[in-house]
Nanobody, 126 residues
Framework: EVQLVESGGGLVQAGGSLKLSCAASGFTDDDYAIAWFRQAPGKEREGVSCIATSDGSTFVANSVAGRFTISRDSAKNTVYLSMNSLQPEDTAVYYC???????????????????WGQGTQVTVSS
C-alpha cells in the first residue's frame, strides 16, 4: 500500500522560505510521478510541481516557477519542495500525490492521482 506523509509546513513571513518533505513508502518499483498540489480556502486544488522518481525529470507550474524547486532523495524515498520568496497568495494546504509514471497523462490534473498524503499547512503572513 502506497503511503505519503508530508511535513515541513508552518507560518512564515512574506519573502521567507520553507522546505516541504513528502516521505513515500509502499511503491512496487521506482517509476512513479510524485507531485505537489496546494489548495487554498475556497479555491480549487492546484498543481505546483511534479517529479519522476526514475530519472528526476521535473515539471513546475508557471505560478511558482523560479521560486519553488522540486527534488528527490531516492535513498530516503523522499521528495522535497523548496519554496522561496513566499507570498501571502502561497498560503494553502500543500499535498503530495503519486501515480505510476507510465499511466500519467497530465501532471497538473489532480484527479489523475490515486495516492495522496494528508497535507501540511503553509501560511505566509504579510
Amino acid at each position: 500500500e502506497v503511503q505519503l506523509v508530508e511535513s515541513g509546513g508552518g507560518l512564515v513571513q512574506a519573502g521567507g522560505s520553507l522546505k516541504l518533505s513528502c516521505a513515500a513508502s509502499g511503491f512496487t518499483d521506482d517509476d512513479y510521478a510524485i507531485a505537489w498540489f496546494r489548495q487554498a480556502p475556497g479555491k480549487e486544488r492546484e498543481g505546483v510541481s511534479c517529479i519522476a522518481t526514475s530519472d528526476g525529470s521535473t515539471f513546475v507550474a508557471n505560478s511558482v516557477a523560479g521560486r519553488f524547486t522540486i527534488s528527490r532523495d531516492s535513498a530516503k524515498n523522499t521528495v522535497y519542495l523548496s519554496m522561496n520568496s513566499l507570498q501571502p497568495e502561497d498560503t494553502a494546504v500543500y499535498y503530495c500525490a503519486a501515480k505510476e509514471w507510465e499511466l500519467l497523462k497530465i501532471w497538473v490534473r489532480s484527479n489523475e492521482y490515486p495516492y495522496w498524503g494528508q497535507g501540511t499547512q503553509v501560511t505566509v503572513s504579510s
